[in-house]
């Protein structure tokens, strides 16, 4: 009987690409070692940006997270062990996790790659503004391209007890402060990437936009503020959000 666990790498791709249904693609990375070493997003034709996915921590186990999807009636799930006792956020079908210890990484669900991030304890002042549950440093992160695509991101988070906006790229070994002169601005609550611009909201409601095609130096060399409107009432919270290729 044929050994199926000894298929050539380059005969497994092309059968990989040749799927184009969600259940195969888990599937055929669950046969065996090899197979699942080429069980990508890059060597697959896939749905997976389309179908929507719930991550829930499993009943017998609280801290291992699982993903879960209803597709074509069928109930669809994927362990996630590398985010076990972690906080997760996500941003570009992309996991940000966040451990007990402080340590950060991006991290994708379905191929298991993980890219590990500079400590929390490498942004500026941390002793000063940490928080007293190290998993919840970050409090929003923001891709501005899927690492799955390319090695020319950034990612942008609001961090620390004081919710300052950091960034960090690939070949970083500390997060960076975002800073700007002759403006005043309270804690962040929201970010979001935008037609290759971040845009960021504090609780007074000032939006700072970062043009992410600028970022050439350790400082932002094009971010400029949008002064709020002035308002009887602040609101305990604010967002951004996309509709309909504007932002709200």
Same mark, same amino acid.
């Given at each position: 009987m #044929? /050994? ?19 259940? *195969? ?9 090899s197979?699942?070493?080429?069980? !990508?997003?890059?060597n697959?034709?896939? *749905?997976?940006c ?5 991550m ?5 186990? %609280? ?9 074509? &009636?069928?109930?669809? %799930?994927?362990?996630? =062990?590398? #985010?076990?006792?972690?906080? +997760?956020?996500?941003?570009?079908g992309?996991? @940000? !996790?966040? &451990?007990?210890?402080?340590? @950060?990484?991006?991290?994708? =669900? ?7 991030? =500079? ?14 549950a190290? !998993? +919840?440093?970050?409090?929003? #992160? ?15 988070? @609001? *961090? &620390? ?5 950091s960034?960090?790229? =690939?070949?970083?070994i ?8 002759? @403006? ?9 990437y935008? %037609? &290759? ?8 409601? %000032?939006l700072?936009? +970062? ?7 350790p400082?932002? !060399?094009? +971010?400029?503020?949008i ?5 009887e ?11 309909? /290729?504007?932002y709200?």
């Amino acid at each position: 009987m #044929a /050994d199926w666990s000894e298929l050539q790498l380059d005969l497994l791709v092309s059968i990989g690409r040749c799927l184009n249904l969600i259940e *195969d693609y888990l599937n055929f990375g669950r046969v065996c070692k090899s197979w699942h070493s080429v069980a !990508t997003k890059a060597n697959f034709n896939n *749905d997976l940006c389309r179908a929507p996915w719930l991550m829930l921590a499993e009943e017998e186990d %609280n801290e291992v997270r699982k993903f879960f999807s209803l597709y074509n &009636g069928m109930i669809l %799930n994927k362990r996630i =062990p590398k #985010a076990s006792r972690k906080r +997760c956020l996500e941003s570009m079908g992309w996991l @940000i !996790t966040v &451990g007990e210890e402080g340590e @950060i990484s991006l991290l994708h =669900p379905f191929s298991d790659v993980q890219i590990e991030l =500079p400590h929390q304890n490498t942004t500026v002042e941390y002793n000063k503004h940490q928080t007293g549950a190290l !998993t +919840c440093f970050i409090g929003k #992160a923001v891709l501005s391209a899927s690492p799955s695509h390319t090695s020319d991101y950034l990612l942008m988070v @609001i *961090d &620390g007890g004081s919710r300052f906006l950091s960034f960090w790229r =690939p070949g970083d070994i500390r997060w960076t402060r975002v800073t700007w002169e002759g @403006i005043n601005y309270s804690s962040f609550a929201d970010l979001i990437y935008f %037609n &290759g611009q971040i845009y960021a909201v504090d609780y007074s409601g %000032n939006l700072l936009v +970062c043009n992410v095609a600028d970022v050439v130096s350790p400082k932002l !060399t094009k +971010c400029h503020i949008i002064p709020s409107q002035p308002h009887e009432h602040i609101p305990e919270h604010l967002y951004i959000l996309e509709s309909l /290729d504007h932002y709200l």
